[in-house]
């Protein structure tokens, strides 16, 4: 798969996304070492950005075209590991059944991976379409190929990793031409439903208490039990005020994290450690870096001369957007409290190779945009 | 590029669309961030702060209390308690706790069930004891369950002890935890107590609380969220409490409530006190209880099991019957109404005489005398406790008289012992006012009762006490008291730092002017003569004479139910009061037997055995030479 590097290549390599991703990444680094100093959750992350840098070059250098052609195979490797994952060899964390451990490779998360095939067979299936609205028949086929790895993660249970596929399949029937009153009855819905499904799910039991208290938690943080479900959200609240302009300056001997007010700080809440260690202007910095990357990509997909590629390009930017916002709006206290990793500067390899490797399309079909 | 504008699919707005919402959705995170770290920063910072240090306080040492000659008699020994923390608890289901912690800790079920709820009432970060005077096992299970049970931790508090038990429990008092209800008092809210403080609760510990207790320092330190010490700030050492010299002489008192003991009913109260200052060199009060059991036990079951028992229990272990107790004083109150006759001239030194008459009819009811005694001088009467002779001074006196004398001997006050609760005796001043309104006039026959201290009559035994030895005194009536002198202490930490606590001095007992009773010599050598005679003369107490060691006394015996009827089961109060030597006091004794019968062959003794205690603590045995006078003063009829 790897193609011989040309100079033409490295003439239309996209640095500058490439640098800004692994700035935001080292970044992170520094973050996950600030949110834990004593652990070594930061020198494991060096070496999975090493790691992520090598699968991305290698991705980066490749003919995207071929690797979509393969999309089926990788597809059917991707449900495989999931369903694996169910079986003893996956191993169980806080009652999730969602990581895999195999002899050699190690531990991983394949409901991370398993995004990028399914991208890739998405814009397989809709890279095709070439007239007309979006027909029903393309929606079921849709709905099917995310169906798939969607299903075999409830069974783990991961709402919060199940959740970050729903994107990608509304972008991709976004930019197939789905009718706008459709988009529009879509929303209504969801701004009906939402509702509705809570009030119902309270009423049947379905809804479990501490979920319930989660979302009471982020509609009123300081009324809610701070010993209970409320305790995560108002702890954050608290390490990102406490932040400030710019930060407690190197303290961080007393600083949330360490003195474990802060739960997960070097995964779901690395941006409360980002928060506190580097204040308002670090964020910001941050959240603009975000932007221009998201940037880079979109102008990627409009430069792009083919279907598949804009498709591939704008899925995994969708999901980019969706798993910053839910993440940082977590954090930030006030969406519900769920374990979503924030890309690029959450601890734990599957997700910065996830990543990375997303990336390194994007950068492929990049290069690939004057050919033919 | 072409075929992708086509119109029905239109990309590059839709993409463009996706685009904005997603700058949209990165411009909110920013306006939050704005509104926490840069609008409400200061707010969380400090909440950051509060939960992140707290102040561990050091415990002071409390002062400990010795008697006059050294011997320590409550001091502090250290001790642990396994304390909880709510933080950790705050996350969990505390109901599987309950079978772990009693089980670990040897705890019951119902009460790990009353502490847990009690510190999820607290406000964050608080500590409350779980178990005091922690075993060995207990702690060395707290601290191999460590991970599992993160909010128990031992502290070291210093726990006061009661090395004689029930010896001086009255006098002493206890500690204990402060009770809610002084939580709300004005006296403790004023002085900034909170839950959990340690404080004095009767005797010595209750009255020089503030004196006796320490100033605590604090360890001001940074905690994790799991409530464990990280760093510490700053440190202010405590400052320990003053230490007490009582007057008490644990001989002495050892030897009165060895009387006690040895009575028949193992019921009554002894005082000695010396009769030149008011020093209280014994105060026994039986039966007795044992302050260890309130300190330790109240936070076990078998302690308040104790402790309810001693409330529950009949014979009242915990009433102090020599400040609290009021019994008729019997024939002793023939001191001083005789006393208060020569002060009112219803009687003279030089003629003094009154008729026995065996007895006295007022009305249809006669009221007879234990003896025939002619027409006896006072000395004489008091010698051999002639009621005849009471009862016609008595009316003479009238009422008015005997409230006169009343409020002379102040039977009307509280005596101003220093210690609490002290009970102010019931007499025909207090009475008449009810009688009068009840019966529409103070009737004879109450004066007649009156005179020989029944009916309307009922003294605490430190108030007679301190009454009839102001007859040695020529007078003289001294406030009792147990304080000799506070030790002082040294100043903590550095001057004019905020942690800086100031030497505090040491003082005495800051004694009032003692109260002079108006007396001649001659009435003196009267009053005394009589007294003298009880012991030394042929009278009621005979007995109980120490050879070389004059004893001036009066018995009494005091009917419990009404006057000239036999009531079985309830016989009478023993009573002897008295100082000695006769003519030079050095110490004043009262000795009270509940429902044991005659004063003299009761109470006298136990008397006797506190003088002879006195006598081999302060002569070696051998009574001073000038302890006893010619037998010509006996007194005659």
Redesign the interface.
């Known amino acids: 798969m790897v193609a011989i590097i040309e100079k033409r290549d490295l003439r239309d390599f996209d640095w500058l996304t490439t640098v800004l991703a692994i700035a935001i990444a080292s970044f992170g680094i520094w973050q996950i070492h600030n949110a834990l100093p004593a652990d070594s959750y930061w020198t494991k992350q060096i070496i999975g950005l090493g790691i992520a840098l090598f699968a991305f070059f290698v991705i980066a250098f490749s003919d995207y075209r071929r690797i979509i052609d393969l999309a089926p195979f990788f597809y059917g490797f991707g449900l495989l590991l999931l369903a694996l994952v169910l079986t003893p060899l996956g191993v169980e964390v806080n009652g999730q059944q969602a990581w895999l451990k195999l002899p050699i490779i190690g531990q991983f998360q394949p409901s991370e991976f398993v995004k990028i095939p399914t991208v890739l067979m998405l814009a397989k299936y809709f890279g095709q379409k070439?007239?007309?609205?979006l027909t029903l028949r393309e929606v079921a086929i849709g709905a099917a190929i995310l169906g798939g790895p969607v299903g075999l993660i409830m069974l783990e249970p991961d709402a919060g990793q199940a959740m970050t596929y729903f994107p990608i399949l509304a972008?991709v029937f976004?930019?197939?031409?789905i009718k706008i009153r459709y988009v529009i009855g879509g929303l209504l819905l969801t701004a009906i439903m939402v509702p509705a499904a809570y009030m119902i799910g309270v009423k049947t039991g379905k809804i479990k208490k501490y979920q319930q208290e989660r979302i009471n938690a982020i509609i009123d943080p300081e009324s809610v039990d701070?010993?209970?479900y409320g305790?995560h959200t108002i702890q954050s609240?608290?390490?990102?005020?406490?932040?400030?302009?710019s930060g407690i300056k190197g303290e961080t001997?007393?600083s949330?994290s360490?003195?474990?007010?802060l739960p997960e700080p070097q995964t779901d809440f690395i941006f409360a450690v980002t928060?506190e260690n580097t204040?308002?202007i670090g964020?910001?910095s941050l959240?603009l870096a975000?932007?221009l990357l998201?940037?880079r990509l979109?102008s990627g997909?409009?430069e792009s001369?083919e279907?598949p590629g804009?498709l591939v390009i704008?899925s995994f930017?969708?999901a980019l957007?969706f798993q910053?916002?839910i993440n940082?709006?977590m954090a930030?206290?006030?969406l519900p409290v769920i374990g979503v990793p924030l890309p690029l500067m959450s601890a734990g390899l599957s997700a910065l190779l996830t990543t990375f490797c997303a990336i390194g399309f994007v950068v492929s079909i990049r290069m690939r945009r004057f050919v033919n | 590029?072409k075929?992708?504008n086509?119109y029905?699919?239109?990309?590059?707005l839709?993409?463009?669309?996706?685009?904005v919402?997603?700058?949209v959705?990165?411009t909110?995170?920013?306006v939050?961030?704005?509104y926490?770290?840069?609008v409400?920063?200061?707010?969380?910072?400090g909440?950051?702060e509060n939960?992140?240090v707290r102040f561990i306080p050091i415990p002071a040492p409390r002062g400990a209390i010795f008697d006059r000659n050294g011997k320590i008699l409550v001091d502090s020994r250290p001790t642990y308690n396994v304390v909880i923390s709510n933080e950790p608890?705050?996350?969990i289901d505390v109901s599987d706790r309950v079978p772990e912690y009693s089980k670990g800790l040897n705890l019951e079920p119902d009460f790990v069930v009353e502490r847990l709820n009690l510190i999820k009432k607290q406000n964050?970060f608080e500590t409350l004891v779980l178990k005091e005077s922690a075993t060995m096992q207990d702690i060395a299970w707290v601290e191999s369950h460590g991970l599992e049970f993160p909010e128990l931790r031992v502290e070291l508090q210093p726990q006061r002890f009661y090395p004689y038990g029930t010896t001086l429990a009255h006098v002493l008092g206890y500690v204990g935890e402060i009770s809610p209800k002084q939580l709300e008092s004005e006296t403790y809210k004023s002085k900034g107590f909170r839950p959990g403080d340690i404080i004095g609760k009767g005797g010595l510990e209750q009255s020089y609380d503030e004196f006796l207790r320490g100033r605590p320092g604090y360890r001001k330190v940074?905690?994790?969220?799991?409530g464990r010490v990280?760093?510490e700030i700053e440190v202010v050492q405590p400052q320990a409490g003053q230490d007490l010299i009582s007057t008490i002489d644990l001989d002495v008192q050892l030897a009165a409530e060895q009387q006690l003991a040895n009575s028949v009913t193992k019921r009554g109260a002894i005082i000695a006190m010396d009769p030149n200052s008011g020093e209280l060199l014994a105060l026994a009060s039986a039966p007795s209880y044992d302050p260890n059991i309130f300190v330790q036990g109240s936070k076990t079951p078998e302690g308040r099991k104790q402790i309810a028992a001693y409330w529950q229990d009949e014979k009242r272990p915990l009433f102090n019957r020599a400040i609290q107790g009021k019994y008729p004083p019997g024939s002793t109150w023939k001191i001083p109404e005789s006393m208060g006759a020569l002060q009112q001239g219803v009687i003279t030194v030089q003629n003094s005489n009154m008729v026995c008459g065996g007895g006295i009819q007022i009305g249809s009811k006669f009221t007879r005398c234990m003896g025939s005694h002619g027409a006896p001088p006072l000395s004489y009467a008091i010698t051999k406790s002639c009621d005849g002779y009471y009862y016609r001074l008595a009316l003479k006196m009238k009422v008015e008289g005997l409230i006169q004398m009343i409020e002379t001997f102040d039977f009307d006050k509280r005596s101003g012992i220093d210690i609490p609760n002290e009970k102010v005796s019931e007499t025909p001043k207090s009475w008449k006012p009810i009688i009068e309104k009840r019966e529409g006039r103070w009737s004879d026959i109450r004066t007649v009762y009156a005179a020989i201290g029944q009916d309307t009559v009922v003294v605490t035994p430190i108030s007679l006490l301190r009454a009839v030895a102001s007859i040695g005194e020529h007078g003289k009536m001294y406030v009792p008291h147990f304080l000799k002198e506070f030790k002082p202490i040294g100043a903590v930490g550095e001057e004019g730092s905020t942690s800086y606590f100031p030497e505090r001095p040491g003082f005495g007992f800051d004694h009032p002017e003692p109260k002079q009773v108006p007396m001649t010599d001659e009435q003196y050598e009267l009053m005394v003569k009589g007294m003298w005679g009880v012991v030394q003369g042929g009278g009621t107490a005979g007995s109980i004479r120490i050879a070389g060691f004059d004893i001036a006394g009066k018995t009494g015996t005091a009917q419990v139910a009404s006057l000239g009827k036999d009531v079985g089961g309830k016989k009478d109060h023993a009573w002897f009061v008295s100082f000695a030597p006769a003519y030079k006091p050095e110490i004043a004794v009262i000795a009270l037997i509940e429902n044991v019968g005659f004063g003299g062959s009761h109470a006298a003794p136990a008397a006797r055995g506190v003088y002879e205690a006195y006598i081999a603590k302060r002569y070696n045995g051998v009574p001073p030479a000038d302890a006893t006078v010619e037998p010509k003063l006996v007194a005659k009829r």
């Not at chain 1, 070439?130 to 609205?133: E, Y």
């Not at chain 1, 976004?174 to 031409?177: I, N, Q, T, V």
């Not at chain 2, 409400?40 to 910072?45: I, L, N, T």
């Open positions: 070439k007239h007309g609205a972008a976004f930019l197939s031409a701070p010993r209970g305790y609240i608290i390490t990102v005020g406490k932040g400030g302009l001997e007393t949330q360490v003195l474990k007010f928060a204040g308002f964020c910001i959240l975000y932007a998201l940037s979109v997909a409009r001369n279907r804009m704008m930017a969708t957007v910053i916002f940082i709006g930030l206290g006030f | 590029m075929k992708l086509e029905t699919q239109n990309v590059p839709r993409i463009i669309t996706i685009q919402v997603a700058f959705l990165l909110i995170l920013g939050r961030l704005y926490l770290q840069i409400q920063g200061e707010y969380w910072s909440r950051a939960q992140r608890l705050k996350k964050e940074i905690v994790d969220s799991r990280q760093s």
